[in-house]
């Protein structure tokens, strides 16, 4: 999207990202995926090359969500029997 259709887009209230539920629920996430991988390598007294490429892998996705929740621009919805808004609680963009 170009700085010309940008500007001709109502403004949306921002947060910050410390506020959303997504931010947190992926760092506390991966902290808790880390944390046994670093405890059992303190407790071995060995950290492996596998041990890295796992904290690696977890840090990358976890920067992947909060990225990804950065950048949305659109409303999601949940099925009719989770909580959260559901389908039709926006309108219908096939009108």
Request: aromatic fraction near 10%.
């Given at each position: 999207m170009d700085?010309?259709?940008q500007?001709?887009?109502?403004?949306?209230?921002?947060?910050?990202?410390?506020?959303?539920?997504?931010f947190?629920?992926?760092?506390?996430?991966?902290?808790a995926a880390i944390a046994p991988i670093i405890g059992e390598a303190v407790e071995a007294k060995k950290f492996t090359v596998n041990d890295t490429v796992k904290?690696?892998?977890l840090l990358a996705t976890t920067g992947a969500t909060v990225v990804?929740?950065?950048?949305?621009?659109?409303?999601v919805?949940?099925?009719?029997?989770?909580?959260?808004?559901?389908?039709?609680?926006?309108?219908?963009t096939n009108s």
């Open positions: 700085s010309t259709q500007s001709n887009l109502p403004k949306k209230a921002a947060k910050s990202i410390f506020q959303s539920k997504t947190w629920g992926a760092t506390l996430t991966a902290v904290i690696v892998v990804g929740r950065v950048q949305a621009e659109t409303e919805y949940t099925p009719n029997w989770a909580p959260g808004p559901n389908e039709s609680d926006f309108e219908s």
